[in-house]
């Protein structure tokens, strides 16, 4: 059975901190872009970063760049995403996604396969 879990969201005040972590079975990993999407009440799904596992070359939303950043641990199958200097405006629920082809997931935002999403709420 294929699965992608997210673990890791929260409440975090602003200026602060978390590692979300998106756990990954039932496919072959190697082969795969996964991402990072995040969609807050009323909004657009949007993109936040994504990882080749085969190489490990990232891509990031521009505006995230700096703030955001995404690592694979190939040894457990686990694609995390640490946020640093979290800001309201990040609230959202985050969602993990996989495919083979880095266009339909980062560009068409179209994964073949999806998590059910962690919530990030960042407030004072």
């Known amino acids: 059975e294929v699965q992608l879990m997210e673990s890791g969201g929260g409440l975090v005040q602003p200026g602060g901190s978390l590692r979300l972590s998106c756990a990954a079975s039932?496919?072959?990993?190697?082969?795969?872009?996964i991402s990072w999407f995040r969609q807050a009440p009323g909004e657009e799904r949007e993109r936040v970063a994504c990882i080749s596992i085969k190489n490990g070359t990232t891509v990031y939303r521009d505006s995230l760049k700096g703030r955001f950043t995404i690592s694979n641990d190939n040894a457990n199958n686990v694609v995390h995403l640490q946020m640093n200097s979290l800001k309201p405006e990040d609230t959202a629920v985050y969602y993990c996604?996989?495919?083979?082809?880095?266009?339909?997931?980062?560009?068409?935002?179209?994964?073949?396969?999806w998590g059910q999403g962690t919530p990030v709420t960042v407030s004072s």
């Open positions: 996604a996989a495919d083979r082809s880095l266009v339909k997931l980062w560009v068409f935002r179209r994964g073949e396969f």
């Open positions: 039932g496919f072959t990993y190697d082969d795969y872009f």
